[in-house]
């Protein structure tokens, strides 16, 4: 599993009452104060388009997306690069995981705790979608899911002590490498913070 | 540890050799680039004649509202062209010649804007797509892929020909003079790389349309700008074309004036090749905001332009390829893959009847339709990407276009596939009515990518979008269909100048801060391929515009005059009372009364001018000579990567190569019409560098000359591998030389 183009994608427990529009003054905030581990570049504003990426945060190894592909409100962190000094001691896929991890869990904690949100934003923590952005490294087939999986479940396993953890992969046969994964026992997201550390 | 399978190796096979090879010479260049060996400006224009753009913030500053801040890219100091960062995220611009794309490339160009950009694919004015915050790094292996599919960024973006576009209707349309997919296919191909177009002052850009009369082809404002026609010789139909020339929006728009009134198809190749050469031989070069063909065609006027274009014409070297498409003409056809029929009895659903009504044009082919796509500011996601290419591959086998208005149009569904087809685009989240209508914006991406862009364009179409769709019953039935366009600057990317309400980016300083506002452009037409240009009429504040928008359609409404065209209306009214119309709008409050005004649409930051950068729309003057000594860098670089893997062989024969590649480079500054033979190359090379002492160096007189002859005389025999390393010395010698001989020339041109 040679890539490091991982999106993992945390839903918003109730979505009813939140705005894309809100996310566009956070979103610029962070960038003024380069809020997180990353070169925080500019926002991009997708609020015209049905079914799509939202509002997206771009910076210069990720983009946080504030996600409405599907049709549900999301925090999308797509990562593409790994330049940040934080990530030189990456060397395997388990170290991976656990950082791509890290930067949506930071991200979406940040979210909920945002003045300007006050509050209202919950990410489920049970249930979220890991893709691998990478279709020559990572293709959509079932020996890349068992592949991925072989790494995943012992990941997931820390993350989720003594918890049944469901994986299921997403066979759509023109999409990329998409893995669900279900807790049936709601988590929140400062909990799997606290797990990951 | 096995080696990572890359696109290159994915791929090998599924490119022709000759793109293949193109884009390996530019997976080179970038290496070299890393590494310092390329000129700033040559690596630049290099990489935008393959349609790697800058984008906003790339010169490593962005404004956020309270200062400047420092983009700290990782790569520290390393650029990709003058002021423009290595790291920063850039735009890719993808041709696509007469928008005509199959599934596959749609679903290439998905997967592309997944890995690459940011899940967006966005269809431009000019039938391209432009996927943005690509890092150059990701720019071959993306290239690889559009080419395994069969697309080319080649020549996307730069001083060249651009896009080739053309109606988006052809071979369907009701009131077309023939097809004219055939003919924009082969000048397209034809003029990509073409010598006589590598040596511009500026872009060039040429659009085909079926008909006099319709907007579907915008020909008036293009450099090139041909207009199907027939005509009845000795009892057979002839083909050709209304041949217009010197068109373009910018700052200053020209209409396009007729060189000739019918060119017969034979001589549309050549007789555009002519145009090419003459606008490569007599175009500004140093004035770049005078270097457009418009503006040569206006110094000479049309008459001695015409003569020079006629007179270049009767000495070009025959070239097969003018004619050669016309004997597969059905080639690029596109055919139905099901039966036509009618559309089901009515009663449909109300959404369904008023998509019907604006996006659904019936082809003279009876039972058939084409089906526009809107799509909100240019814009459809990967996601949604994919679904229509299996949506066209379920309707009309796989084909669509993109349209100057952008948005996407299937063409060949059967109508009595019609509600099936607009369910299928519904659940895609693409089935949006209103086509050609005023909600259908037409926008250039302004502050939001562009470095150029003074307001927020897109910012500005998505509220105006947004209050139509709001207000869409409550229109008057005059209004919809007026069209609406807007640029983030003077340039006029979003085409404001043939909108009937057009709207551009300008700034207005009010005490101590800056105001975003759009100027208001009244009258212009974009029917008979933008058959005029409307008026400045007045700056008003952006937050404002919305406002102008609601005063200048009431007032159409209600005062029109029978079928009166809001052009007709406008210039009935006059720009006096419309200004005393807008007046009290352009009355800012004072920063302390209401900060809105202070900042631009969709974007919280105050606004400030101080992001704008370098534009590079007008690519960078680099000569033909510049390319071929790069070219020849690039080479003697190969031949000792070749050496150090023991390949003496081919080492020795790229260094040769290198070398021949250098003289030739030299021999265009003299003579354009250099062959690639090397008994030529030697020979003009002797006459004209050698025998006239102009390549003698001043200390070392014919010395790196020799090296040439000395090669070329020798060839490859009995070569070991110091002899070959010493050749790779001496081509490296001799590009220097070339490179000093070429700054003399310059240096002796500049005292003339």
Redesign the interface.
């Known amino acids: 599993m040679d890539t490091l183009k991982y999106e993992l994608k945390f839903f918003l427990d109730d979505a009813s009452g939140v705005e894309l529009e809100e996310f566009i003054p956070v979103f610029h905030d962070w960038i003024q104060t380069q809020q997180l581990e990353e070169l925080l570049i500019d926002v991009a504003d997708y609020r015209h388009v049905p079914q799509g990426p939202g509002v997206v945060l771009i910076a210069h190894d990720a983009h946080y997306v504030m996600d409405l592909t599907d049709e549900r409100l999301g925090l999308l962190y797509s990562r593409r690069r790994e330049t940040h000094p934080s990530r030189c001691a990456i060397e395997t896929v388990e170290d991976r995981l656990k950082s791509v991890w890290h930067c949506a869990l930071t991200a979406c904690q940040r979210l909920a705790a945002h003045p300007a949100l006050h509050g209202r934003l919950q990410f489920r923590g049970n249930e979220l979608l890991l893709r691998c952005n990478d279709r020559l490294q990572a293709p959509n087939t079932t020996a890349a899911y068992d592949e991925l999986c072989q790494h995943l479940e012992p990941f997931l396993a820390t993350l989720y002590p003594g918890q049944r953890v469901e994986v299921e992969h997403i066979c759509e046969h023109t999409s990329r490498l998409t893995v669900a994964i279900k807790v049936p026992e709601p988590l929140d997201v400062d909990t799997l913070l606290t797990r990951l550390a | 540890m096995p080696h990572?399978?890359?696109?290159k190796d994915?791929l090998q096979g599924h490119l022709t050799p000759e793109l293949e090879e193109e884009i390996n010479i530019y997976d080179t260049q970038i290496e070299l680039k890393r590494q310092g060996k390329i000129d700033e400006r040559v690596f630049a224009e290099t990489r935008l004649r393959r349609g790697v753009y800058g984008q906003?913030?790339d010169n490593g500053q962005?404004h956020?509202?309270?200062g400047v801040?420092q983009?700290?890219?990782?790569s520290g100091e390393l650029t990709k062209g003058p002021q423009t960062m290595w790291?920063?995220?850039g735009m890719q611009r993808i041709k696509i010649p007469f928008g005509g794309l199959n599934a596959e490339q749609m679903?290439t160009l998905a997967?592309l804007a997944?890995?690459y950009s940011?899940?967006?694919c966005h269809v431009t004015t000019r039938q391209d797509f432009q996927l943005?915050?690509v890092?150059i790094e990701d720019t071959p292996d993306l290239m690889r892929r559009l080419a395994a599919v069969g697309i080319t960024t080649l020549e996307a973006c730069g001083n060249v020909v651009r896009n080739v576009t053309g109606c988006p209707l052809a071979g369907v349309c009701r009131d077309e003079g023939f097809d004219i997919t055939p003919y924009a296919h082969a000048l397209a191909y034809f003029l990509l790389g073409h010598k006589d177009t590598q040596d511009f002052g500026r872009k060039f850009k040429t659009a085909f349309s079926g008909c006099a009369q319709h907007a579907c082809g915008l020909t008036t404002m293009h450099d090139l700008g041909l207009i199907a026609s027939t005509r009845l010789e000795h009892g057979e139909l002839r083909r050709g074309f209304q041949f217009y020339v010197g068109g373009g929006l910018g700052a200053v728009p020209h209409q396009a004036q007729l060189l000739e009134a019918f060119v017969p198809a034979e001589e549309l190749l050549p007789l555009a090749q002519a145009v090419c050469r003459v606008f490569a031989r007599l175009g500004e070069k140093k004035n770049r905001a005078r270097a457009r063909l418009k503006f040569l065609i206006a110094k000479l006027g049309i008459e001695e332009f015409r003569r020079l274009v006629l007179e270049e014409r009767t000495i070009l070297p025959e070239e097969p390829r003018w004619t050669a498409y016309l004997n597969k003409l059905h080639a690029t056809d596109d055919q139905p893959t099901r039966a036509g029929g009618r559309l089901g009895p009515a009663p449909h659903p109300a959404e369904f009847q008023s998509w019907f009504e604006s996006n659904v044009y019936a082809q003279r082919q009876p039972g058939y339709a084409v089906v526009t796509v809107c799509l909100?500011?240019g814009?459809?996601?990967a996601?949604?990407m994919?679904a229509l290419a299996a949506i066209a591959r379920r309707y009309n086998g796989g084909r669509a276009r993109t349209t100057v208005a952008q948005n996407l149009v299937l063409r060949w569904i059967s109508q009595a596939d019609l509600p099936a087809l607009y369910a299928d685009l519904v659940a895609?989240?693409?089935g949006?009515s209103g086509a050609s209508t005023l909600a259908d914006i037409t926008v250039c991406p302004g502050t939001?990518t562009c470095k150029l862009g003074i307001s927020s364009s897109?910012?500005l179409a998505?509220e105006l979008?947004?209050r139509i769709i709001a207000r869409n019953g409550a229109l008057d039935a005059s209004v919809k269909p007026l069209n609406v366009k807007i640029s983030g600057c003077f340039n006029s990317c979003g085409q404001h100048h043939i909108a009937d309400i057009g709207f551009y980016g300008v700034s207005r300083k009010v005490g101590n801060h800056v105001v975003p506002h759009f100027q208001v452009v009244l009258g212009g037409q974009s029917t008979d391929n933008a058959g005029a240009y409307g008026l400045s009429t007045v700056a008003i504040p952006s937050k404002r515009i919305p406002e102008v928008m609601t005063r200048l359609t009431d007032l159409y409404a209600k005062e029109r005059q029978d079928h009166e065209t809001f052009q007709a209306f406008i210039k009935r009214t006059g720009k006096a009372r419309l200004r005393s119309l807008l007046e009290d709008l352009t009355r800012v409050p004072a920063y302390t009364e209401d900060r809105g005004y202070y900042a631009d649409w969709?974007?919280?930051?105050e606004y400030s001018l101080g992001d704008m950068g370098v534009g590079e729309c007008a690519g960078e003057v680099v000569s033909m000579t510049q390319f071929g000594l790069a070219a020849s860098e690039r080479q003697a670089f190969e031949a000792q990567i070749l050496s150090d893997n023991g390949d003496y062989h081919k080492a020795a024969s790229t260094a040769y190569e290198a070398m021949l590649q250098a003289a030739k480079a030299l021999i265009q500054v003299q003579y354009i019409d250099v062959k690639d033979d090397p008994e030529y190359v030697i020979q003009e090379f002797r006459e004209r560098f050698y025998d006239t002492q102009l390549f003698y160096d001043p200390f070392a007189g014919p010395k790196f000359a020799l090296y040439l002859f000395h090669a070329h005389d020798e060839g490859l025999a009995g070569l070991n591998p110091a002899a070959v390393r010493r050749r790779i010395e001496e081509a490296r010698l001799f590009i220097e030389a070339a490179y000093a001989c070429y700054n003399r020339l310059g240096q002796q041109q500049a005292l003339i």
């Open positions: 990572a399978l890359t696109w994915a906003r913030y962005r956020d509202g309270v801040q983009l700290n890219y990782p790291d920063a995220p679903e997967d997944e890995e940011d899940a967006i943005h915050f890092h909100p500011l814009d459809i996601t996601q949604q994919r895609a989240g693409l949006q939001d897109r910012g998505a979008r947004q969709g974007d919280p930051r």
